[in-house]
């Protein structure tokens, strides 16, 4: 953990228009560690403004993965076709229920995932596995995956490079839109600050970084913009980083009691925790 802290006081203190502290950090199991940051980012106007970071760092391990979620841990819960609905529950109740069924796990916590088409059939707009199976093969031109592959490593990779990508190593899969970081280089300019949630990886494949940004509450926390998500994974040490859906959809949860999972951000729906159709859970394997 010592080695994160120090990766992120480098961060702030390179940085001259955005600061940042690091918050006492939590060890949920050996190799996963959550990080919380008061970080200070630039708005348009160039005024200084607060937001709040939470971060998983995951190194994967025999012990230590990654699964992709779904709605009562359940495949048959994700549409494949226009006129089919796909199944929603909060995050946190998609690790709730994946913590019950499956005894060969011990669930540590997680985020949500893919963009999905929110005013039609919910259905997600990118690829998904689960357990080396396609559950939704079909994506748009927008998509970017992350993956975790047969052994044990992980990957971000454009729709592009997943087409000549052999499918037959792909594990677990989650979707998202735009690339951060590919081949350690940023993608984006962008400085709206939003809600977001983003996942970065080593180049060996090895470390993951899932990052949650709480937003739209001014005095609290306002955001992150991709260039801003992009400094902070390359300051962590990732080399691609894609966005997953965000805004009202950001959600940091882990276990509070046990079996019993909450958000630990403030998802900026007035409603509270929103309903997704998948995400991407910590787990520690028994």
Do not use: W
């Amino acid at each position: 953990m010592k080695h994160i802290i120090l990766l992120f006081t480098s961060l702030f203190l390179s940085c001259t228009l955005q600061r940042g502290v690091v918050n006492p950090h939590t060890e949920l199991t050996r190799g996963v560690e959550v990080v919380t940051m008061d970080y200070t980012v630039t708005d348009a106007k160039g005024d200084t403004l607060p937001t709040k970071i939470f971060l998983f760092d995951v190194r994967l391990s025999d012990r230590v993965s990654l699964v992709a979620t779904v709605a009562d841990d359940a495949d048959s819960s994700i549409s494949t076709t226009e006129g089919q609905m796909t199944a929603k529950a909060p995050l946190s109740a998609h690790l709730e229920v994946m913590q019950s069924k499956r005894q060969n796990v011990r669930v540590l916590g997680g985020v949500n995932a893919d963009f999905f088409n929110i005013r039609t059939n919910q259905m997600p707009c990118g690829v998904l596995y689960r357990n080396g199976r396609c559950v939704k093969g079909s994506y748009d031109s927008l998509t970017t995956i992350f993956a975790l592959l047969t052994d044990g490593t992980a990957c971000c990779m454009s729709g592009a490079e997943y087409e000549a990508f052999d499918k037959s190593l792909i594990a677990e899969a989650v979707s998202g839109r735009q690339m951060l970081l590919d081949n350690g280089v940023a993608q984006s300019s962008s400085t709206r600050l939003e809600p977001r949630t983003a996942v970065g990886v080593t180049r060996d494949g090895k470390r993951v970084f899932i990052l949650v940004a709480d937003g739209r509450r001014k005095e609290y926390s306002n955001g992150l913009s991709y260039a801003d998500m992009a400094v902070i994974f390359k300051r962590l040490g990732a080399y691609d980083a894609i966005n997953l859906d965000g805004g009202g959809s950001s959600s940091f949860s882990v276990e509070v009691a046990a079996g019993d999972f909450e958000p630990i951000n403030r998802p900026s729906d007035r409603s509270g925790e929103r309903a997704v159709p998948n995400g991407l859970a910590i787990v520690e394997l028994r």
